[in-house]
């Protein structure tokens, strides 16, 4: 499968999470974009896996993003991905959306602040733009998924 780094992203009302760890988090009213990295064996097909766990549900989520997808109140309205085995751009992408970061979301693997973004409207030209910067061809695939 190819490698590659992803980023989903949801839109949601203001609510609050249980988000294993990190304990309760409250999230503002808007959109939450979360980057992720395929760079294991299975590659890209992690995206695959997510979009399975938003629409089926999970008995026990592993992941802090695990949490999101099967909360009701998080929309996941698109994914965005592109192909790269250069581990570092996942954390670079991250950074490039760090606006509005929830501190300590998605990295526990590596030394960023974090790996959720927040935004008030929708971010597509911000993640476009961060993909670019990065040297990336993105492909964005609208979903819409409850």
Not at 36 to 58: C, F, N, P, T
Not at 59 to 86: G, Y
Request: glycine share 8%; proline share 3%.
């Amino acid at each position: 499968m190819h490698k590659g780094v992803y980023c989903l992203v949801f839109r949601n009302i203001s609510c609050t999470v249980e988000v294993g760890a990190l304990g309760q988090v409250a999230f503002f009213r808007g959109w939450h974009v979360y980057t992720g990295s395929a760079q294991g064996q299975g590659g890209l097909a992690r995206v695959a896996r997510h979009i399975r766990v938003k629409r089926e549900g999970i008995r026990s989520p592993h992941w802090h993003i695990d949490h999101l997808l099967v909360h009701p109140e998080f929309r996941l309205s698109a994914v965005a991905c592109a192909l790269t085995t250069v581990k570092t751009d996942e954390c670079r992408i991250a950074g490039l959306l760090a606006r509005d970061p929830v501190p300590g979301f998605g990295c526990s693997d590596c030394h960023c602040r974090s790996h959720l973004a927040y935004f008030k409207s929708n971010p597509e030209k911000r993640i476009r733009s961060a993909f670019s910067k990065t040297g990336l061809d993105v492909t964005i695939t609208t979903l819409n998924i409850s």
